[in-house]
């Protein structure tokens, strides 16, 4: 496949490409990233027959583009289990690139809990099965016009969004972990989001009593994250201990536990997150703690930014049951980047231009 940094930069579609570039500003590199998300989605997209195709693409404007469920449901687009081998390894080329080598990792182990699920639930009343993990791609990989893709199934929610090749959103983020830590058989131990429990664990035992007083909320644990799986989210109750009444050691716990949560996308993708954390200023997150503080204890925490949200809870199940989500306020879905994208589409060619 010829290659989309060069193909889009020749042409009528030139100056368009530039004056997106000059807006957005974005980095060498996550414009490569962009071609090769395009390439290999491309690529996914022709290793499916007709039918498939059916299932799996939608119009980008399709309202069930902000759909999204990290729950057991019945969910649109392409599964594992309706693909071949060639399918399935397109599948997971694919994902390769959107994610983090650590990342993809953690995704597909999420997916093979599934198994041990199946195994603890004997009749349970759900479908515990690793291959009902679906693929939707909303419009077409391309670096002039807004796309996005989906990737779902029980306890991951992915949701990518591109507008015109000039900016790339990546949330709503979820994982979750049923088992958060598997008790019994050949996997014992197996904890997959250990680190996203133990860092923040880690921060607030590390806090002194008056820092506590802050950081920890003395209320009944919540059965889930308070959004839930909301298609809008704004900022919540603006509780927990300030940014700037921590210690610098605490602070880099604290920007430890925000990385992880970052750094299961591409690195381009998580580096820009914590850019814009930046940008938006530190002295605005604050750490929030529910719950126990040992291991084993019911618990919840969140970070919260000017404009991001971090929530987790590990209370279902005898609190060995975790979830995990990542939330901007304005760029779910890739609303700001839409909206921009619009923007530097009249800006380029006018006000009457037909977008």
């Given at each position: ?16 490409i530039l004056c997106l ?282 970070v919260q930014g000017p ?49």
């Amino acid at each position: 496949m010829q290659n989309a940094t060069g193909r889009i930069l020749g042409g009528s579609a030139s100056a368009f490409i530039l004056c997106l570039m000059s807006t957005f500003a974005h980095s060498q590199q996550q414009i490569e990233l962009t071609a090769e998300m395009i390439s290999t989605a491309s690529e996914f997209i022709a290793s499916l027959d007709t039918t498939q195709r059916a299932s799996a693409l939608f119009q980008f404007d399709d309202e069930e583009r902000s759909n999204w469920f990290f729950t057991p449901v019945d969910r649109k687009g392409v599964p594992y289990k309706a693909m071949n081998e060639e399918q399935r390894a397109a599948a997971r080329r694919l994902l390769q690139v959107f994610l983090s080598v650590d990342g993809f990792a953690k995704t597909e182990d999420v997916r093979s809990l599934e198994s041990v699920l199946a195994e603890i639930e004997v009749n349970g009343r759900f479908d515990r099965d690793p291959e009902l993990y679906f693929f939707s791609i909303f419009g077409q990989p391309d670096m002039e016009a807004p796309w996005a893709l989906r990737y779902e199934g029980h306890h991951l929610a992915f949701n990518w969004t591109f507008a015109g090749g000039a900016g790339i959103a990546s949330t709503p983020q979820f994982l979750g972990s049923n088992p958060a830590e598997v008790r019994s058989g050949p996997r014992m131990g197996t904890r997959v989001l250990h680190r996203e429990e133990d860092l923040a664990r880690e921060l607030v035992t590390s806090l002194s009593d008056e820092q506590k007083s802050d950081a920890i909320m003395e209320v009944s644990v919540p059965r889930d994250i308070l959004t839930g799986n909301e298609q809008l989210v704004e900022p919540l109750e603006d509780s927990g201990v300030a940014w700037g009444d921590l210690s610098v050691a605490q602070q880099e716990k604290l920007m430890e536990l925000v990385r992880e949560v970052a750094v299961v996308q591409a690195l381009p993708l998580a580096h820009a997150r914590l850019d814009n954390i930046e940008q938006a200023g530190k002295e605005g997150i604050r750490f929030l703690w529910i719950g126990g503080l040992e291991r084993g204890d019911a618990h919840y925490y969140r970070v919260q930014g000017p404009t991001f949200l971090i929530e987790y809870d590990n209370t279902q199940n005898n609190a060995n049951h975790i979830h995990l989500v990542w939330r901007d306020f304005e760029g779910d879905f890739g609303r700001d980047l839409i909206r921009m994208h619009y923007d530097a589409v009249a800006a380029a060619f006018g006000e009457g231009h037909n977008h």
